[in-house]
């Protein structure tokens, strides 16, 4: 019998009521990444405050459920960090916030960690570019 990989139900609950879903007007950082395997994308917004702590994120995501689950879930663990910790926020790290995900399913954390890492990179080179 084929062994279907399932979901933990802290993946489903994201999945089902996703977190911080939308877009940020004027967001201070921009991230989008795609698979081309899977054609899956995403778009992470991020607002900066004083102090280069996230104070807010929102995420745009076209893909499947588990992608949809990291999505919700980076944006939890994002909001609040420095920009130094949540650049160091790894796939492992929100797979095990998930309560774990499918093997076949673990590029779909690494498209959100992936996603949060340019947003901030996107964030640091505008700060950049208004120094010079
Ligand atoms: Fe590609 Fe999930 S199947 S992000």
Not at 72 to 84: I, N, Q, R
Request: charged share 25%.
């Amino acid at each position: 019998m084929v062994k279907i990989a399932q979901y933990s139900d802290i993946v489903m609950d994201h999945f089902m009521n996703p977190r911080n879903v939308g877009e940020i007007e004027n967001p201070d950082g921009v991230g989008e990444v795609g698979n081309p395997v899977c054609g899956d994308m995403m778009t992470f917004y991020i607002k900066v405050d004083d102090e280069d702590r996230i104070e807010d994120v929102k995420f745009k995501t076209f893909g499947c459920g588990a992608a949809i689950a990291v999505s919700s879930m980076v944006s939890e663990m994002a909001v609040g960090k420095t920009l130094d910790e949540a650049m160091s926020i790894t796939r492992d790290q929100v797979a095990q916030q998930l309560g774990g995900l499918p093997k076949n399913k673990m590029h779909c954390s690494n498209l959100g960690a992936d996603a949060l890492q340019k947003a901030i990179e996107d964030y640091r080179s505008k700060k950049a570019a208004t120094k010079e």
